[in-house]
Structures are given as C-alpha cells and as structure tokens.
C-alpha cells in the first residue's frame, strides 16, 4: 500500500521522518506560513496586494508571486537567506530541521550525503546560512537575574612538534566568553584576548545592571560587581571549589561541554574567521531547549528573512566574512 503524507499544518507538528517526505510544494506553503503568517507580503514595498501567477508554461516559476502594487515579482526565497538557491525548498526545510534537532551540530559533509547535495560547496554555504538564520540580537533583550560569565578556548590539538603547549589561559587557542541566565539564555562570542577591558565590556554590553553577576577568581573579572546591584560572587577554582550555595559557573560549563563535544566530534576543527557563526548556532539551541525539534526549527525559519549571506563573502578573508 503506498504511504500517503499526513497532512501538517505547521513544521512544529513534524518529526524529522515527516519533514523527510514533504513534497516540493508542502515545503513551499510551509515557509510561506512560517513568513508570512498575516498573509504574504510583497518583500519589495511590503504591500498585501498580491496575487499567485499561475500557468503551464515553462517560464513561469513553482510559487511565483506579483505585487499589484510595485508591479515586482518574488517568491519566498526573495529576501531571505535562500535567495537565488538553487536546492529545493524541500532540501532547506530538511536541513533547518536537521541543524535544530542535532545537539551538538551536524557538519556540512553529512548535510551533503543526507540531502543528496552535488557538492560539498553547497552544503557548506547552506550551513552558514541557516546560521545566519539562527543569529539573534544579543542585545535585543538584556540577561536578568543571575548571570554566569566564564571564559574557554576553542582551537585543536597542539601541534606534535616537541614543543610545550600552554593549556587553557595563555594558549593560542581561540578565547570564548559566554554570559548565561540560569534557566534562560545564553550570550557567547569570541573575543580578542581575556584582559578585564575585554571581558568587562561583554559584560556590560550584555548585562542587565540589576542583576548579579557569578564568575570563577580571574582577575580580570575583579571589580565588575561595583557596577551591578546585585554585585559579583566567585568560586574558587584554583582551590578546589566549585559550588558554594547558589554560587557556581556550572550552567555556563555545561554550554561549553555542548560546544566542545560539537568542535570536537562533528566539526573536528573550525576556523577562527567563522568560530563566531558556530557559536550563534549553539546559542540557539540553548535559547530554544525547552522546545522541540519541530518548533525550534519553525523558529531558525522565522530568523531568514531580511538577511542574506554571500559565498563570496564566506570565502573573503577579513572582518566582514567573520
């Protein structure tokens, strides 16, 4: 008996075996829903008057739009991040789902196999346009209540070159701050270096001034509790302790537990010109835990519009492909 589809009516409804069997045009009604859920609007004016085009002939596109206003075509890839895609939207859908529902990450070479992609070139710019998609303003809403800052350094192994490697603080590993609210999200970026300038300012970028602030003896924290009303307690580390009350940093480890396990079992090695798109990726997947993988994914989609990511930029070395 051939297997027929369920009907959904949102990606938040679908296991990653339903998403596997959408059809090309399911996959188009669901990020048509999911961007435009007051109905569609023209992504050149913002208009509402629009109609579908329809006809059986070959120049006309599957889901093509027209603005009776603007008098300009589009569809729903038009302003986002899959515009000019040339993968099925079916292939997006599946691939939003499968970033979202792998904890700690899926690397671009498995996309490619899982997807049936020709290259690995375009699993690799899809990737980092779904990150693109999953990055949120870290400053849309400040961190409240009790916020953990911690510090670690993300980069492979040594070299085996005979010589002595530093571990941790003074490696040549890539540093990472991350500032998490116990039981809401997260906030990590890579940072230049580990001065109290550096990491002092993270804080205050990030920081509601109410709130209280935990962190490990770095000296370079020293100080910030003056500038929060709620001040600032440590742990000792250096001696053996780690929890004392309500004052840890294990929330903010475990983030990077989650974060190395991915560094180092599904990307093995990630550049320091990227390092901050993997950590907009598990930021996202932090913030969206309490969720499942259906409606985390709904959110990532919710995230495309309005931004676009460049292969030539990925490949540009400088600031701007960081």
């Given at each position: 008996m051939r297997y027929t589809p369920p009907e959904f009516e949102t990606l938040s409804d679908m296991a990653a075996i339903d998403v596997g069997r959408l059809t090309e045009e399911q996959a188009r009604k669901i990020l048509e829903d999911i961007r435009w859920p007051d109905g569609v609007e023209c992504p050149h004016c913002k208009g509402r008057d629009v109609v579908r085009i329809n006809g059986k002939a070959e120049k006309v596109r599957d889901g093509l739009l027209r603005c009776k206003g603007c008098r300009k075509q589009f569809t729903v890839t038009v302003g986002t991040v899959m515009e000019h895609t040339h993968i099925t939207?079916?292939?997006w859908v599946q691939a939003f789902h499968s970033m979202c529902s792998h904890k700690k990450g899926v690397s671009s070479l498995q996309l490619q196999r899982n997807l049936g992609l020709r290259s690995y070139r375009s699993a690799w710019h899809l990737t980092h346009r779904i990150r693109a998609a999953m990055k949120e303003d870290p400053l849309a809403s400040l961190l409240k209540g009790v916020v953990e800052v911690d510090e670690t350094y993300i980069g492979g192994k040594p070299p085996k070159d005979g010589k002595k490697h530093k571990r941790g603080r003074g490696t040549d590993k890539a540093p990472v701050v991350a500032l998490v609210e116990r039981g809401g999200k997260v906030v990590t970026k890579p940072v230049g270096n580990v001065t109290a300038r550096t990491l002092k300012s993270a804080i205050r970028e990030a920081v509601d001034r109410e709130l209280r602030i935990v962190t490990d003896e770095f000296e370079s924290y020293k100080g910030i509790g003056r500038e929060f009303k709620g001040g600032h307690e440590t742990v000792n580390h250096g001696l053996g302790e780690y929890?004392?009350?309500?004052?840890?940093?294990?929330?903010?480890?475990?983030?990077?537990?989650?974060?190395?396990?991915?560094?180092?079992?599904?990307?093995?090695?990630?550049?320091?010109?990227?390092l901050a798109k993997y950590c907009n990726e598990f930021s996202f997947r932090w913030d969206?835990?309490?969720?499942?993988?259906?409606?985390?994914?709904?959110?990532?989609?919710?995230?495309?519009?309005?931004?676009?990511?460049?292969?030539?930029?990925?490949?540009?070395?400088?600031?701007?492909?960081?």
């Amino acid at each position: 008996m051939r297997y027929t589809p369920p009907e959904f009516e949102t990606l938040s409804d679908m296991a990653a075996i339903d998403v596997g069997r959408l059809t090309e045009e399911q996959a188009r009604k669901i990020l048509e829903d999911i961007r435009w859920p007051d109905g569609v609007e023209c992504p050149h004016c913002k208009g509402r008057d629009v109609v579908r085009i329809n006809g059986k002939a070959e120049k006309v596109r599957d889901g093509l739009l027209r603005c009776k206003g603007c008098r300009k075509q589009f569809t729903v890839t038009v302003g986002t991040v899959m515009e000019h895609t040339h993968i099925t939207l079916r292939q997006w859908v599946q691939a939003f789902h499968s970033m979202c529902s792998h904890k700690k990450g899926v690397s671009s070479l498995q996309l490619q196999r899982n997807l049936g992609l020709r290259s690995y070139r375009s699993a690799w710019h899809l990737t980092h346009r779904i990150r693109a998609a999953m990055k949120e303003d870290p400053l849309a809403s400040l961190l409240k209540g009790v916020v953990e800052v911690d510090e670690t350094y993300i980069g492979g192994k040594p070299p085996k070159d005979g010589k002595k490697h530093k571990r941790g603080r003074g490696t040549d590993k890539a540093p990472v701050v991350a500032l998490v609210e116990r039981g809401g999200k997260v906030v990590t970026k890579p940072v230049g270096n580990v001065t109290a300038r550096t990491l002092k300012s993270a804080i205050r970028e990030a920081v509601d001034r109410e709130l209280r602030i935990v962190t490990d003896e770095f000296e370079s924290y020293k100080g910030i509790g003056r500038e929060f009303k709620g001040g600032h307690e440590t742990v000792n580390h250096g001696l053996g302790e780690y929890v004392r009350d309500d004052v840890f940093t294990n929330t903010a480890e475990s983030f990077f537990a989650l974060l190395k396990r991915g560094v180092n079992g599904t990307f093995h090695h990630i550049s320091k010109k990227h390092l901050a798109k993997y950590c907009n990726e598990f930021s996202f997947r932090w913030d969206n835990r309490k969720v499942t993988d259906g409606e985390m994914a709904e959110e990532a989609v919710k995230g495309m519009d309005g931004k676009r990511l460049m292969l030539k930029d990925l490949l540009r070395d400088g600031e701007k492909a960081n």
